[in-house]
Each structure stands twice: as C-alpha cells, then as structure tokens.
C-alpha cells in the first residue's frame, strides 16, 4: 500500500497536465490514506492491547489450569479417602449388626441368670442358717478342745513339775528334821531351831505356789477379758517351764523393751499360748548344738508383735501353713496330741490378733504374734 | 578316827545346799561339809581336797551327776561317793551304780537312811584303806626279809642252824 502511494504520487507529479484535480484528488487521497492510516494505526493500538489483555488472559488461565490441577489431585486424594472410610464403615456396621446379634442373646442368657441367681439365693439363705448353727457348734466344740488341750499340756507338764515339787518337799523334811534334831539335843539356842523352820516355812511357799499355779491353769474358768501386762504372760509361762528348760539346758532370753505392753485378754488362755510354744520350742532344740530361745517384743501403734524364736531344726517347707491344723504333728506317736499349735491359734485368733511361723531353711523357727493393746 | 571327816555336797539346789549340810552336822558331830553348786565347781574343789565321800545329785544341767562321777573316779578313785536321785530314777541309778557309785540315796531324803549311808561308805572306804596299808607294809616286809635272807645266805656260818645244810 505504501508502495501503491508513492506510485501514485509519482504519477501526480508526472502528470503536470491536471495539477489541480491531480491535487484535489491527490489531497483526498491523502487525507483518506491518513485517516486510513489512523484508523489502521488505532487498529493496531487496540490489537496491542487485546492482544496484551489476551496475554494477561493466558497466563491466568495457566494459572487456573495448574491450581485446577492441584484441586484435582486433592479431590481425588479425597475420593480414596472417602473410598476407603465408606468400605470400613461398611465393615464396622456389619460387625455392629453382629454384636448387636450377640448382644440380643447375652440378654436372653442373663436373663436365664437372674432367674437361676433368685433359686441360688434361695438356697444361699437356708445355707447360710446352716453354716452359723454349725460354726455355734464348732465353737462348742472349741471349747472344749481349748480345755482338753489344756489338760494335755498339764500332762505333759506333770513330768517337770513333779521334779520340781519334789525338791522343795525334800528340803522342807530335811529343815523340819533338822529342828526336830536341834530339839531333841536339846539345844538351848531357839534362833537355830527358828531358823531351820523358816527355810522350811519357805520351801512350802514354793510348793504351794507350784501347786496353785497349776491349779488355776487346770481350772475350766469363764473365760473373763482383763487387762494383763505381757511381761506377766509370759513370767508366768516360763515359771512352770523352768526346771524342764534348765536341766536341757535351753538359754532362754527374754527382751520386752522398756515399755511395759498391756493387753486385753485372759490371762490363763494367753499363758497357755507361751507355753504351748515354749514346749515346742523345747522339743525342736532337743538335738541342736546351741539350744536357746529368745523371747523379744515391741509395741507399736495400738498393738505389739512377740517373736519366739529358738535354735531347733526348724519347720520343713510347705507345713508352715499345716502345723496350725488340730491333731496335725511332726512328733512321735505318744509324744504329741498335735492340738498345741491349733489351740495356740484359736486363742490368738479369738483376743484378735494374728500368728504366723517364719522357718528360713537351715534356721530355727520363729513365731510371730501379733496382739492388740489394750486401750489406756 | 582321828581327823574330822570331810564331805563334800553337790546340787545345784541353794535350799538343798542349806538343809543338808546341817543335817550331817546334826547326826554326824565332828564332820566338815562343803558344798558345790555345779559338777564344775566340786571338781575344782576335789582338785585341791582329799574328800573322806561325795554326795551329789544326779540332775544338774551342764554336767550332771554321772560324768561328775566318771571324772571323780579318774581323779580320785578312791573317794567313795553316794548319788542323790528322784524318785522312781531306776535306771538312772543302776547306770550310776554301774559308774562306780558306792550308794544311792533317793529324794525325799531320809536322813537316817542317808548318815547310816554315808558312814557305811566311808568305813568301807576306811577299812579298804587300811586294808591297802597293811598290804603296802606287809609287801615291803616281805621284801625286807627276802632281803635278809639273801644276805644270811650269801654269809655263810653267819647263822649257826644253816651252816653246812
């Protein structure tokens, strides 16, 4: 086109023939080319900025497409997801529809339960009338175990005893005799012959206290509850022991601590529990090297423990827990009734405390004792 | 007999140690009592004294009265010596007797019973010591004229009847 312009304007300048119209035509010409011209020069413009706007458009679009992209990929990570929730909710309802099955019959079985429990318990109240006219009757029975048993370890108390008895009868005939003696040599001097009689007189205190204490061990008394120190208990225990322990010669030990525990019990039934254990622990060290038994207790907090401890051959493993049954023993036949021990039990269980044996291998035996103190 | 006789008493009763004694003093005037609380303190005193007889008990703890008696009979086996049991004690009292004991004498004791016990061990005891002097001197003048007649015979014509035989 610009080319065809030059043309035609070197064909104007050629044609010098029509000068004006040439012009006229040439001017209009001209005019209309540069409006052309402009026109096409605004075409272009706006072109630029479409296409500049297009540009801007593309790469927003490219943008979308690749956000989309991403947007794609999310849903389907979604869609496994969801996939795989829908396949184990589908699974859980089946197992929901099983249990619920089960849970259907469990309910019928408890409800067979409850019907069989009502018979039970039925059953359970006419037991239990039972059980307490039986435990009446085992107290009964008790009882009297506790009294025979009693009687049992005065038998085989009698041997001991009748040593020691027969010592201070002895010297009360050798110190009467003696006075009898002094008088009939008429000897003038009365303090000699006083004096014999009173070693006399003191020798009958001594029988008459042996004879006493074994009297009112003997005794089937009430069985009364006072309040008695320990000490005492156990004093008393080893004074009818004594002569038995010390011709074996048994070192016995006794270690109370300062405090002098006192508690609520029957004085009689808890001498019988030490020398229970005293006569059993005088059998166990029969064959030992060392022969002793320690005697040592603590109070604390609203009880105290006695630990009797000797130097025996100790308890074989696994009779720990039988030696307490009644009529159950490791002696010969004819040298124990095996109630000691039960009987032991029974009156430590019934002044409300414990007893346990501890017998580590290659040791002598220890039995522990536990008894509330009496509230001050 | 001139020199007072000593007896010792062993028991591990204090009461016993206090009637006894006296009573022997009472039956038997002149006689020295010692006593012993344990068979360990009487073989301390038999070991300084000569007793003319023991008495102990069969029961003591520690050393009772048998090995008391052996180890008097090692150590003073001339010593009589009586053993004081319980009653009813047999066989304690046939082992003791088998030990060497020259009595028993069983509780309640007697006293008659016990001096009249106690003498007779004793004169026993006398009479067996004399009896040992008399063979000791007889021995030795047995000797002593064995002695002289190996003399007379080795000097002949020394005694006039032996001459020449």
Known sequence: MPEMATEQRQAAVADRGAPVTAEHRLRAYVETLERRLRKRDEQRRAMLHIMGDLSEFNKRLAN????????????????????????????????????????????????????????????????????QRRERELRDKQEQLVQAGKLATLGELTTGVAHELNNPLNNIGLFVGNAVD??????????????????????????????????????????????????????????????????????VTVDLGPEEPVILGNAIQLEQVFINLLTNARDAVAESPRKAIRIAGSARSGAVEVALADTGHGIPPGLERRIFD????????????GLGLSITYGIIKEHGGTISVASPPGEGATFLINLPLASP | MMTPLSVLIVDDDPALLQALPQA???RMGGVTVETADSAAAALARIAVQDYDAIV???????????????????RRPDTPTLIITGHGE???????????ACDFIQKPIDRGYFVAALYRAIWAHVQNRKAKDRQLALTSCAEELERIVEKLDRQPGAVPGRAGS
């Open chain 1, 326 to 337: 009644p009529f159950f023993t490791t002696k010969e036949v004819g040298k124990g009734t």
């Open chain 1, 64 to 131: 979308q497409r690749k956000a989309m992209l991403h947007v794609l990929a999310d849903y389907e990570r979604d869609r496994r997801r969801l996939a795989r929730q829908t396949e184990r909710l589908d699974s859980s309802r089946r197992a929901l529809l099983h249990i619920l099955q089960d849970s259907h019959q469990d309910k019928l079985r408890l409800e067979a339960s409850r019907k069989a429990m009502i018979h039970i318990m039925g059953d359970l109240r006419e037991t239990t009338a039972e059980m």
């Open chain 2, 24 to 26: 022997l003093r009472l």
């Open chain 2, 90 to 100: 047999n066989e304690l009292v046939v082992r003791a007797l088998r030990g060497g």
């Open chain 1, 182 to 251: 002094l008088i009939e040599l008429a000897v003038t001097e009365k303090g000699q012959i006083v004096r014999e009689l009173r070693h006399a007189m003191q020798q009958v205190s001594k029988a008459t206290e042996i004879i006493s204490h074994l009297r009112t061990f003997g005794r089937a008394a009430p069985v009364s509850r006072e309040p008695i120190p320990l000490r005492q208990v156990i004093e008393r225990a080893l004074s009818l022991m004594r002569e038995q322990l010390r011709l074996r010669e048994i070192e």
């Open chain 2, 56 to 74: 102990t008990d069969i029961k003591m703890p520690g050393m009772d009265g048998l090995a008391l008696l052996a180890e008097i009979r090692t």
